[in-house]
Every structure is written in C-alpha cells, then in structure tokens.
C-alpha cells in the first residue's frame, strides 16, 4: 500500500493502528523533494533523490487498569543529502538515518508533563496527524552539524614539509640558544 503526501500528511492514527492486532506498519519511498524544509538548503538539485519512511501504529499492551495501551509510532527514515564539505568546500553526501518513538496522550497538558521524563516523544493526539512533518523533523534533526569528507584537504591547502619540522623546534630551546654566549 502506498500513500501519496496528502494522506502522509493527514492521518487517522487510531485507524491505522486498529487495523491488526500489531498494529500497521508501512514502508515507502518518497521524492526528497517533498521535504522543502530539510531540502531548503540543499546547494544542489534533489530532484534524482528519495527518502525511505518507516512507520509503524500500534497500541502498547493494557497497563494500571486502563483497558486500552497508549497508542504508539515508531518514525524511522533514511535518505542522501548533498551538503558542503566544511573542509575542502566541494560538495559532499551525507547519509542520514533517523529513528524515534511516539507515544500519544489525550491533552497538550498531559504531552508537555511527561516529555521531559521518558525517552520516547510524547504528543497529544490530533484528529489528523502529520506524519510526514514528524519523519521531517526527525530527518532534520539527523543532519550532522558538520558535514565533511572522510578524506580530503582544507581548500587552498599545500603541504610544507619544512614549516612542519620548524614548527617542532621548542621555543625554549631557541631561548636557551640566544643566551649562549657567542
Ligand atoms: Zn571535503
């Protein structure tokens, strides 16, 4: 089953995790494109690039006496993004892998109190959920500070062998040989 970005962008997510009794998972490739924030800065066309979304909607196991689990989904997402070496200044691709999990509550109160405790998100459950800007957020949040070949050489960089090996001369030794007498 695939979903185009509208349906990505406006999901019943108590449907989807209704549908089986493990929920309902999905898997499907995008257009990079789709992302406009996360490709904003792109110094290059994305238009030859894709995302890889991964979700998946389920109800956790019943708990304290409460008949139904909180409802959960697992993000992850992959993709390619051209960036600028901060080393040589050329372009470079970087991979980014993002993965998080969920958990939805019934208030904006509820979400904000118990965010800071557990290592899951915690969110307050809307009518439609935008799935698609929550696996962008998370994509952006995987884009390395820095982005940098794993080999190459600073633009404009030569190598002088003779500045390196004066540079190791101890200027303490240099003071000790102005106070030789000569
Ligand atoms: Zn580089």
């Excluded at 290059?44 to 991964?54: C, F, K, P, Q, R």
């Excluded at 439609?128 to 696996?135: F, H, K, Y």
């Excluded at 982005?147 to 960089?157: D, K, L, N, P």
Aim: with cysteine.
């Amino acid at each position: 089953m695939t979903f185009s970005i509208k349906e990505w962008q406006a999901v019943h997510l108590p449907h989807w995790a209704q549908q089986r009794s493990d929920g309902f998972k999905a898997t499907q490739s995008v257009p990079l494109a789709v992302f406009t924030r996360l490709t904003a800065d792109v110094p290059e066309s994305v238009d030859d690039l894709i995302a890889t979304l991964n979700v998946h909607a389920y109800y956790g196991p019943p708990s304290n006496g409460v008949a139904q689990g909180a409802l959960w989904l697992d993000l992850a997402a992959s993709t390619r993004l051209p960036m600028v070496c901060q080393r040589c200044l050329k372009p470079v691709v970087v991979d980014i892998h993002a993965a998080q999990k969920i958990r939805f509550v019934a208030t904006e109160a509820q979400a904000a109190m118990e965010d800071d405790d557990c290592e899951e998100d915690v969110l307050a459950l809307e009518p439609e959920v935008d799935v698609a800007a929550l696996l962008e957020d998370e994509l952006i949040m995987g884009i390395p500070i820095v982005a940098t070949h794993s080999v190459c050489q600073a633009e404009g960089y030569q190598p002088e062998p003779d500045a390196v090996v004066e540079a190791k001369v101890s200027p303490f030794a240099v003071l000790a040989s102005l106070k030789k007498p000569t």
